[in-house]
């Protein structure tokens, strides 16, 4: 995907214009991501809960995580 803006490509516009493309089309509904499922912040703990619903053959879409939390911080947080 990043291949045109590391090899500094003549072209490099099209990817900015493809991805522009793309995000348009997620906004007005026309593109629908399959993520099926929030995993929370990414910690060990949900990485390890995520990786086991994979393993089950039971995932249906993607698991997205949200921003990185060490587990020492969650942790002292509860």
Known sequence: M???S????E???AQHKLLN?????LDDGT?????NRHGGALSVTNLRSAHEL???GTAIGK?????????R???MTE
Do not use: H, K, Y
Not at 21 to 25: I, K, M, P
């Open 21 to 25: 493309r793309v995000a348009g089309l």
């Open 73 to 75: 911080l969650i942790r």
């Open 54 to 56: 994979q393993e089950s």
């Open 2 to 4: 990043f291949t045109r």
């Open 6 to 9: 590391m090899f500094e490509t």
């Open 31 to 35: 593109l629908i991501p399959t993520v």
């Open 63 to 71: 698991t997205v995580f949200g921003r990185f939390q060490s587990e």
């Open 11 to 13: 072209d490099m516009d």
